[in-house]
C-alpha cells in the first residue's frame, strides 16, 4: 500500500508535514549514511504531529536532537515502544543499503536481533497499520481472545493486507480489512489463540467491520 493512502485512510491526514534536509543531514552526519527509504519517510512524515500521538514512538530526527541516548546508538532506531520495551532498527551494517532489512530486539538488551521485517518498506507499512489501529476514532474499547475457528471467519470474509509485522512482541502481527479506513489486527500468541484488536475511522467503515467482528472473541 502507498504510505500516503494509508495515512490519509486511517490516520485522517491529507497532507503529511516532513522533515528538512537540514535535519536529515544532521542524522546522516551522525551515522555516515541513512538509507534512502529512511529518508523519503522521514522527509514525507517526519513532522507531522497525528504520527507523533501514536501508541510507540517513530525516532523522527527529532529525537535524535533531544534525546542523549540515541546518539550513542550504533544502529538507526525507527520505532521504540513507549515504555522502551522494543525497538525496532537498522543495523550499523547496513546503513548505506537503499532498503535494508529491519530488525527487532528488546530494548536497553545485548542479545541478537531478530528480523521483523526484510525492507524498511515492508517495515514502514507493517508498523503504520499496527500503530494506526491504537487511534482510530471508532472502535469497541477491548481487546479480544480469538480461537482458530473465529480467526477463520476474519480469514474468509475480510481482506488481508500483505503487510506482516515480525518480533514485536509476537512472533507475528497480521491486518485485515474491508474497506480503506477500517482494520483489525491479529496477533498471533502462538498458543492456538489470538489477540485482536479493530477500529474504523468513519462510522459507516466501523458499522461494515462489525459486520463480521461482532460476537466474535472474548474480551481479554
Not at 520495551?85 to 545485548?110: C, G, M, T
Not at 462510522?203 to 466474535?216: I, P
Request: net charge negative.
Amino acid at each position: 500500500m502507498e504510505l500516503r493512502q494509508l495515512v490519509r485512510d486511517l490516520y485522517g491526514v491529507d497532507q503529511p508535514q516532513g522533515c528538512t534536509d537540514e535535519e536529515i543531514d544532521r542524522v546522516r552526519k551522525r551515522f555516515g549514511a541513512l538509507p534512502a527509504v529512511v529518508e523519503d519517510f522521514w522527509r514525507t512524515f517526519g513532522r507531522t504531529p497525528r504520527l507523533s500521538y501514536v501508541q510507540d514512538d517513530w525516532m523522527f530526527p527529532a529525537f535524535y536532537e533531544k534525546w542523549g541516548w540515541p546518539k550513542k546508538s550504533k544502529d538507526l532506531s525507527l520505532l521504540c515502544e513507549n515504555q522502551y520495551v522494543y525497538e525496532a532498527a537498522v543495523l550499523q551494517k547496513d546503513l548505506s543499503l537503499p532498503d535494508p532489512p529491519v530488525y527487532i530486539r528488546p530494548a536497553a538488551d545485548e542479545g541478537p536481533w531478530k528480523l521483523s521485517a526484510p525492507t524498511v518498506s515492508e517495515f514502514l507499512e507493517a508498523a503504520l497499520l499496527y500503530e494506526a489501529v491504537w487511534q482510530l476514532d471508532h472502535e469497541p474499547g477491548e481487546f479480544y481472545w480469538l480461537t482458530d475457528t473465529e480467526l477463520a471467519v476474519v480469514q474468509a470474509k475480510l481482506t488481508k493486507s500483505p503487510a506482516v509485522l515480525k518480533n514485536w512482541f509476537v512472533s507475528e502481527t497480521t491486518f485485515y480489512s474491508n474497506r480503506p479506513d477500517n482494520l483489525v489486527v491479529i496477533m498471533d500468541m502462538e498458543d492456538g489463540t489470538y489477540q485482536a484488536m479493530y477500529g474504523a475511522s468513519s462510522q459507516e467503515s466501523y458499522a461494515a467491520l462489525l459486520e463480521v467482528m461482532e460476537g466474535l472473541g472474548e474480551p481479554i
